[in-house]
């Protein structure tokens, strides 16, 4: 089956370290995102790529950053810049947009990073 | 810019009860709408979408309907369940495919 795969799906952190989180489609989608959401909270952007190569700051980009060198593969690290990282880190991704044929995103069942 | 409104939660409702959660958009041009949801610990789900005025879309017993005049895309249930118990996310794309806007979710508890 296509989807979305996000790992880990829990992660530890210490202060100090920079940590990746793993995100891989096989939905051949050319577009993928990264959102972080805090308890209780909504959707906050952080990067999306459209096109291998290439990829654009979200809302809350600092103390991130990220990589598009395969189209299946969109990883994010979260840096030692990031002053409050523990959150839960979602994946997406979608067809490039066609009007009148809008399939929305797919999502990941995310990742929960925490800071001890 | 564009936005997404929805109706403050938690709401709590018994079983079999009718659901409502409110929903409305600020966009230019003709925006897809969406409706996620997002049950604990995990991912979001696509649950309907529409992609153009009076459009109708419908999934699992849930309904809403784009209607440009007052800029809603409303999401109905008939009778609740206990596991329809989520978070509800509204969502839109403009139509120049650009990102999702999303709004700030409406958490859903039905009790037995």
């Known amino acids: 089956d296509g989807g979305i795969t996000q790992s880990p799906k829990y992660l530890f952190r210490k202060e100090g370290q920079n940590v990746t989180l793993s995100c891989e489609q096989n939905?051949?989608?050319?577009?993928m995102y990264w959102y972080r959401q805090d308890p209780g909270q909504g959707l906050r952007l952080i990067y999306y790529?459209?096109?291998?190569?290439?990829?654009q700051k979200g809302d809350i980009a600092e103390g991130y950053s990220v990589s598009r060198e395969k189209k299946e593969s969109f990883p994010l690290t979260v840096t030692s810049a990031q002053k409050n990282p523990t959150a839960f880190y979602l994946c997406?991704?979608?067809?490039?947009?066609?009007?009148?044929?809008?399939?929305?995103?797919?999502f990941g069942s995310g990742t929960r990073l925490t800071v001890v | 810019g564009d936005s997404v409104t929805q109706m403050e939660g938690p709401v709590t409702l018994s079983e079999e009860a009718f659901l409502t959660i409110n929903c409305t958009y600020t966009?230019?041009?003709?925006?897809?709408l969406f409706w996620y949801v997002q049950y604990p610990g995990e991912g979001l789900q696509l649950l309907l979408k529409?992609?153009?005025?009076?459009d109708k879309g419908s999934n699992k017993g849930f309904e809403a309907t784009y209607r440009k005049e007052t800029t809603s895309f409303h999401l109905e249930k008939g009778s609740v369940q206990v596991s329809d118990s989520a978070v509800y996310f509204c969502?839109?794309?403009?139509?120049?495919?650009?990102?999702?806007?999303f709004g700030p979710g409406t958490r859903l508890s039905v009790l037995p």
């Open positions: 997406a991704s979608s067809i490039t947009y066609s009007q009148g044929s809008d399939y929305g995103y797919t």
């Open positions: 939905l051949n989608h050319d577009a």
């Open positions: 790529s459209q096109i291998v190569n290439d990829f």
């Open positions: 966009a230019t041009g003709y925006p897809s």
């Open positions: 529409a992609t153009k005025a009076d």
């Open positions: 969502a839109l794309r403009d139509n120049y495919g650009q990102n999702f806007v």
